[in-house]
RNA sequence: GCCAAAGUAGCUCAGGGGUAGAGCAACGCUCUCGUAAAGCGUAGGUCGUGAGUUCGAAUCUCACCUUUGGCUCCA
């Protein structure tokens, strides 16, 4: 394969998700997103920064958008009178509403449903509330099952309300726009049929839930879904195909990643400079196996409480051996092979390991959630006393990685101690003023979740916002109360007693695999020079100057630079054609005038030309290459 | 895992009970070319896998695999 075509499709983007966890254990039921995720407009990545006059816009939007929801309500109704009806909130960017429905939806229902919904809207119907007596309430919805639910889950003293609409009459809380006419019948657009589960429940009925956006006016709308269609570009999974960079491949498994060689040409690149990092901050690198055996998986308490989301156990000399989810563990290994005094502390261990986790099947998506993966993990374990510069240091070292990938605006999200936990709490205590301070000290925006860190330890995770205005969870800092203990795990101290060292679990880039997927969205391919799988080509204007395209490559590689020449038989046009769709930075373009000057025409992927001795070109490129810059 | 949709050449897709199609890419030849697609030709497919229905299946049925969109944003 070599020369891609282009795709077209439409479907929605997927909400950033994959949460990972680097340490400890627990079931996934512990995964907490940060508060303030959801709500907002256009992403808001850090909801609490939010001028007033922005939370009224969005609160306008989101009495617009649940109105909306009602409206698709009503015209669904028109076109399955015996629909049952559940919820249907506003969400970001627009709203949802689940139905029971007496046959499958496809998609040709949508614009039938659109235009039941333009009609009522035009209708200019109010929007009349009405508070209602419980029974009231059960009596109008009998038959609706759903409905009669939700009222019985209400508290008693809550009052309930009803909203009308035409015909059309919804138990809500409200508030709604004053009548139908203040909504835009071009301002709206349905998108999408899905699956829901009745209250996220996968034990309940599967409901059908209809997303739609809405906005102010059609031009927004416009907005929007030009916005979707450029995320569509960006898809990681298209410019994986159309770059060469990587594939997953069902004959060998789901969810396992092949880098090919130009995606192999990135993740060296970050990686190298990963090794070069760690090593300058003072860590050492550890290389541990990819399987251990079942004593290692109990002592860790992995088999009891995370045994779901482990790849089966290998049987071999009648020992079980399981294939590493986390690489802790193995670095336990390491430590409680020796035996350390506070004089060898703090201990940095690095180490990019590929763990294996058992994802469900419906969850696997492109490079961001996958069932093998690497992260670029390491352990600190310290003192007490060093606990805190520890943390300090990890955490300036983290936001120093993730600029010098181009992301500039990071936020944090501190985790605290939840119901059930491990530790006793002083070190809690200590651990979380520790990361809060931290957190200062560097100035960044974060928010807290109470009670939302794992039951091994508080955390914090930092949060990137992308060139598109999405927010990715990369970096993670977790303390870890319990394989200390799990595995009584000691150092000397000054006093010659044995005491419990401070372990912390960190991975700056999360994992290789979603970094990358991040890494070529953020982008859309187009890399800075260092990351680059091919940073110049260099074509000549006819075969006769085949030498010198020939003289300039081998001049540029004894640099480092990543060059190749195209030689083909192609037109100069069709070579630059193509290089351009592979978004190759620089390309030179050699013939009679370069080749008697010893010049390169060199033309950015930015479309810019210029004429450059050679010598001035290969500068450049190193410059554009040391600053980690775009073309 | 569950619901829905999809899987046809390396890529992007059309077709659809009766000999498998296009464009791009690949390969060959011609042209020797100055900044986003030269021309002609050749080759390329167990139509995701397996079973079934049928005289005949890529097409219809069933099962499985994989992919895609969703599955705690609460009346």
């Not at 092949?258 to 993740?267: D, E, L, S, T, V």
């Not at 009648?318 to 506070?342: L, Q, T, W």
């Not at 990715?472 to 977790?478: A, V």
């Amino acid at each position: 394969m070599k020369r891609g075509g282009t795709a077209v499709g439409s479907r929605l983007i997927v909400p950033e998700d994959s949460w990972r966890r680097i340490g400890g254990m627990g079931g996934r039921g512990q995964l907490k997103t940060p508060a303030s995720e959801s709500s907002g407009s256009g992403g808001t990545f850090m909801s609490a920064k939010l001028s007033s006059k922005e939370q009224k816009k969005l609160e306008k939007l989101d009495r617009m958008r649940h109105s909306m929801a009602h409206v698709m309500a009503a015209g669904v109704l028109k076109l399955f009178p015996d629909a049952k009806i559940a919820i249907g909130p506003p969400i970001e960017n627009g709203f949802y509403y689940d139905f029971d429905l007496p046959r499958k939806l496809t998609p040709e229902d949508l614009p039938v449903i659109e235009g039941y919904m333009a009609e009522v809207i035009k209708e200019d119907n109010p929007f009349e509330k009405q508070v209602i007596s419980r029974d009231e309430a059960l009596k109008f919805f009998a038959g609706q099952d759903y409905k009669v639910e939700l009222i019985n889950d209400l508290p008693e003293d809550v009052e309930l309300s009803f909203y009308k609409m035409g015909d059309f009459t919804d138990l809500c809380r409200g508030p709604h726009v004053e009548s139908t006419g203040r909504l835009n019948h071009q301002g709206f657009k349905l998108l999408s049929i899905a699956g829901a589960y009745w209250r996220g429940d996968e034990k309940r009925p599967m409901l059908q839930r209809i997303y739609g956006t809405a906005w102010g006016d059609p031009k927004q709308l416009k907005a929007h879904l030009e916005h979707l269609e450029e995320l569509e570009k960006r898809d990681h999974r298209k410019l994986g195909k159309e770059l060469d960079l990587f594939s997953l491949q069902e004959k060998a498994g789901p969810g396992l990643v092949y880098w090919h060689p130009k995606g192999a040409r990135i993740r060296v690149a970050i990686e190298d400079f990963w090794r070069q990092e760690h090593y300058k901050n003072g860590y050492e690198m550890v290389f541990t196996p990819h399987v251990g055996k079942s004593w290692l998986w109990e002592t860790s308490g992995h088999l009891d409480f995370y045994a779901e989301s482990m790849y089966p156990n290998m049987v071999m000399d009648k020992a079980d051996y399981y294939a590493k989810p986390m690489n802790c563990p193995f670095h336990v290994m390491i430590y409680n092979n020796g035996k350390y005094s506070y004089r060898d502390l703090p201990l940095r261990w690095a180490e990019l390991g590929t763990v294996y986790r058992y994802e469900r099947s419906g969850t696997l998506h492109g490079l961001m959630r996958v069932r093998g993966f690497t992260q670029d993990d390491a352990h600190l374990i310290c003192t007490p006393d060093q606990m805190q510069e520890e943390i300090r240091e990890v955490l300036r070292f983290s936001l120093f990685m993730l600029r010098s990938f181009g992301f500039e605006e990071i936020a944090a999200y501190l985790s605290t101690m939840p119901e059930k936990a491990v530790g006793e709490p002083e070190r809690w205590d200590a651990a979380q003023a520790s990361l809060k301070e931290a957190i200062e000290a560097e100035g960044l925006d974060y928010d807290i979740d109470e009670g939302g860190g794992a039951f091994y330890g508080p955390k914090i995770d930092l949060k990137v916002k992308d060139a598109l205005g999405r927010s990715w969870q990369l970096s993670t800092i977790q303390f870890d109360f319990n394989l200390p203990d799990r595995f009584d795990m000691t150092f000397t101290d000054s006093d010659g007693a044995e005491k419990r060292p401070y372990m912390i679990h960190r991975a700056l880039l999360g994992s290789l695999e979603r970094f990358f997927g991040v890494l070529i969205e953020n982008y859309g391919g187009a890399f800075p020079v260092w990351l680059s799988p091919v940073q110049v080509v260099v074509i000549p204007v006819a075969a006769t100057f085949d030498d010198y395209a020939k003289e300039v490559v081998k001049e540029m590689r004894l640099k480092g630079i990543r060059v190749q020449a195209d030689l083909g038989n192609d037109r100069l046009n069709h070579k630059i054609r193509y290089h351009q769709t592979q978004k190759v930075p620089y390309m030179l373009v050699v013939g009679e005038r370069e080749q008697e000057s010893r010049s390169v025409n060199v033309r950015i992927r930015t479309g810019e030309k210029s004429d450059l001795p050679l010598d001035e070109a290969v500068k450049m490129i190193l410059k554009k290459l040391e600053e980690k810059d775009l073309p």
